[in-house]
């Protein structure tokens, strides 16, 4: 078992900066890739970037390519979620989760989730 527990969000207005931090206990957290998503009101879970165990390998949804970043730190059992250029859209309870290496990029192939961070960016 993993546990999960994402912390950083909140509100800032288009263009601002935030970043969320996820972190992990339990079994190793080294051996898991790591994913971030989002699910805004009335809408489907999305994926927005995920991390292979090393850190070597990172991947974007389209929409966040170049404004967002995703890391981790094994040595902290924490992986982050550097979000620059932020906009109204991007408005959402952001979620981490983890699964065995390698990463995926749909929501059915993760194990292990946490609670959620609330990002609300005003216009």
């Known amino acids: 078992q993993v546990q999960l527990v994402e912390s950083g969000g909140g509100l800032v207005q288009a263009g601002g900066s935030l970043r969320l931090s996820c972190a992990a206990s339990?079994?190793?957290?080294?051996?898991?890739?790591m994913g971030w998503f989002r699910q805004a009101p009335g809408k489907e879970r999305e994926f927005v970037a995920a991390?292979?165990?090393?850190?070597?390998?990172?991947y974007y949804t389209g929409s966040v390519k170049g404004r967002f970043t995703i890391s981790r730190d094994n040595a902290k059992n924490t992986v982050y979620l550097q979000m620059n250029s932020l906009k109204p859209e991007d408005t959402a309870v952001y979620y981490c989760?983890?699964?065995?290496?390698?990463?995926?990029?749909?929501?059915?192939?993760?194990?292990?989730w946490g609670q959620g961070t609330q990002v609300t960016v005003s216009s």
């Open positions: 339990g079994r190793t957290f080294s051996r898991y890739a």
């Open positions: 989760a983890a699964r065995d290496d390698p990463y995926g990029t749909s929501w059915s192939e993760y194990d292990y």
């Open positions: 991390i292979s165990w090393s850190g070597g390998v990172t």
